[in-house]
């Protein structure tokens, strides 16, 4: 059976099939992973016919699957990449200033998320010491610059 002779109900079933047996498609097998996507899913290979054989499909990202079927279209350019969300962060993001307790500078962060995965605190406890809930945060007092 042709690819485009298969029911949607057969498609799904082989889709499920692949998913339980080998589990979800974890890694793109054409970027390995590079564009920033989340979503993987299993792709018929080229020139190949839907069947219960592992070695039929590939497993791609979101855009390589676009990309491998030939779509040109729109919905590959709304698709926000690591490039994208990182442009929209900067755009997004305040600078804020590190101190130690005697309120010497020690670093300049380009936001908060940044700040507290480096120093290994929430970012609510840095939020709250921003806003002067708390006096610190991790051990060091911040503003926003």
């Not at 919905?75 to 490039?83: A, N, Q, V, W």
């Not at 200033?97 to 406890?125: C, H, L, P, V």
Request: net charge positive; aromatic share 10%; glycine share 6%.
């Amino acid at each position: 059976m042709k690819c485009n002779e298969i029911s949607k109900k057969e498609y799904d079933k082989i889709h499920r099939w692949l998913r339980r047996v080998y589990g979800h498609a974890k890694i793109c097998e054409i970027c390995k992973g590079l564009k920033g996507n989340k979503r993987y899913e299993y792709a018929l290979k080229r020139e190949g016919m839907y069947c219960y054989d592992r070695s039929s499909y590939l497993t791609l990202c979101r855009i390589c699957h676009l990309e491998y079927d030939g779509i040109k279209t729109n919905i590959l350019h709304k698709l926000r990449t690591i490039e994208t969300m990182e442009k929209i962060h900067k755009a997004k993001c305040q600078p804020i200033a590190q101190y130690d307790r005697n309120m010497n500078f020690i670093k300049q962060w380009r936001s908060q998320t940044e700040a507290a995965k480096a120093i290994g605190i929430s970012k609510t406890t840095l939020h709250e010491s921003l806003s002067g809930q708390i006096p610190t945060a991790g051990g060091f007092k911040w503003s926003r610059i």
